[in-house]
């Protein structure tokens, strides 16, 4: 695995040979035939092709999945590439492995899925053949120039479903988000709804189905990876809070760089996650490992969603990871 030169103030994760050989030490493989259990599986980077073991996988095991796996475009993932199709030839691709991973989600468990506009339809059709849906969370992605002879795409969908529209855990509170309050209504002289403080007027507003507060992983980011497609840190961990108890099972089928393994470890969940690429496996190893003693999610403070490019939130971040220098013991 040949290493990138990099400015001196790229974050963005690397591997030294020996720490390749580390983590690869770390990873969890298995054969075709082999028994797979619940204990084989907690807390692992599973380093499979996800069609060679996912019948083989510990059925109703998991209290959230989260799947991300390749939109209906051609892209390079190092040395594997996937190549765009019609929409049918999609949905294809979608029945060969989605109704495998909804017998892995407990019967009280919730699952989304991520895509684009190009395959938001396909993705609608697959789940609401297998799931009740409840939502689609559409987040703003704004990241590249834009294109000159269409609409920049800056937009992705997330779809939300469950196998019991009556019971299934969803914890709104701890997904609210810290706004700022534009027009501040008052009721008999005090704050209604909001607090006053000295950086400003905030309101902790619930959490709707449009999401623009969401910054893309960058080269000055410490979460930063070379991963094509890597979903921010925050992002999965408004997902994980509101739909995985403490103390429960994430499962990502298309785990990549780690993203949903170290978010879920960050916030006291246990993980499973299978990713077929070994350089993206030793990746999310690598950063489980840093996990242990960084469990900062750019964005996420004392246990509020700020707005994107917040000060006040810049502020609470180096008030906790100055906390965290000092108390590296509890984490």
């Not at 028994?35 to 599986?41: A, R």
């Not at 051609?74 to 019609?86: G, I, M, N």
């Not at 779809?159 to 009556?166: E, I, N, P, Y």
Request: aromatic content about 12%.
């Amino acid at each position: 695995m040949a290493e990138k030169e990099r400015a001196e103030r790229n974050q963005t994760l690397s591997l030294t040979p020996d720490e390749y050989l580390f983590f690869s030490k770390r990873l969890v493989c298995f054969t075709e035939k082999q028994e797979i259990t619940l204990d084989n599986i907690t807390d692992k980077t599973i380093c499979n092709d996800l069609f060679d073991i996912m019948e083989n996988l510990p059925k109703q095991f998991a209290d959230l999945i989260i799947i991300d796996p390749p939109y209906n475009l051609t892209r390079k993932f190092q040395s594997y590439t996937f190549k765009s199709s019609s929409n049918e030839q999609y949905v294809k691709y979608l029945h060969s492995w989605f109704p495998s991973i909804v017998s892995l989600l407990k019967p009280e468990g919730s699952l989304y899925i991520c895509g684009d506009w190009r395959c938001t339809s396909a993705l609608q059709q697959v789940m609401e053949e297998n799931l009740t849906v409840l939502n689609r969370i559409t987040w703003q992605r704004e990241k590249g120039r834009g294109a000159l002879h269409n609409w920049k795409n800056a937009m992705e969908d997330i779809w939300f479903g469950v196998k019991d529209a009556k019971n299934y855990y969803f914890d709104v509170e701890s997904v609210k988000q810290k706004r700022k309050v534009i027009a501040p209504y008052r009721q008999n002289g005090q704050p209604k709804d909001w607090e006053e403080t000295r950086d400003g007027n905030f309101r902790l507003t619930c959490p709707s189905n449009f999401w623009d507060d969401i910054s893309i992983p960058y080269w000055s980011m410490p979460e930063n990876t070379d991963h094509p497609t890597q979903k921010p840190e925050k992002l999965i961990a408004k997902l994980i809070l509101a739909s995985c108890p403490e103390g429960g099972m994430v499962f990502d089928p298309f785990l990549g760089s780690g993203t949903t393994s170290v978010v879920a470890k960050k916030l006291g969940r246990h993980y499973c996650g299978i990713e077929m690429n070994h350089d993206y496996a030793c990746w999310a190893e690598k950063r489980l490992q840093q996990a242990d003693t960084n469990k900062l999610i750019q964005g996420y403070a004392d246990g509020i969603f700020w707005e994107r490019n917040s000060m006040q939130f810049q502020r609470s971040t180096k008030m906790a990871s100055s906390k965290k220098l000092s108390q590296k013991s509890l984490w």
